[in-house]
């Protein structure tokens, strides 16, 4: 059984910050990226930022410069820095783990945590 906790989600102001963590329990092994996903009202679901095993990152546009994810593999944790927060990042956001190999490939997802950016 895996299960990812997310917190830090909440409310705050346009130009404000927040901090996302995303740990996993579990039988987590050989981990090929984690990330953070976010899905506003009436929108699919989008990939916001991920990172690999090896620390390769990967950004939505609309976030680079902004917003900067980091993991700690031995916790088995991902982050999501958010800065200069806008009305348009308000979502609910979800971590997704990803690893294993052939038939035991795996996937995970966070049941999501609200950000609601707003003045």
């Known amino acids: 059984q895996v299960q990812l906790v997310e917190s830090g989600g909440g409310w705050v102001q346009p130009g404000g910050s927040l901090k996302l963590s995303c740990a996993a329990s579990?039988?987590?092994?050989?981990?090929?990226?984690m990330g953070w996903y976010r899905q506003a009202p009436g929108k699919q679901r989008e990939l916001v930022a991920d990172i690999t095993g090896a620390g390769s990152t990967n950004y939505a546009d609309s976030v680079k410069g902004r917003f900067t994810i980091s993991s700690d593999n031995a916790k088995n944790t991902v982050y999501l820095q958010m800065n200069s927060l806008g009305p348009e990042d308000t979502a609910v956001y979800y971590c997704?783990?990803?690893?294993?190999?052939?038939?035991?490939?795996?996937?995970?997802w966070g049941r999501g945590t609200q950000v609601t950016v707003s003045a």
């Open positions: 997704l783990i990803t690893g294993g190999w052939g038939p035991l490939k795996y996937d995970y």
């Open positions: 579990g039988s987590i092994f050989s981990i090929n990226a």
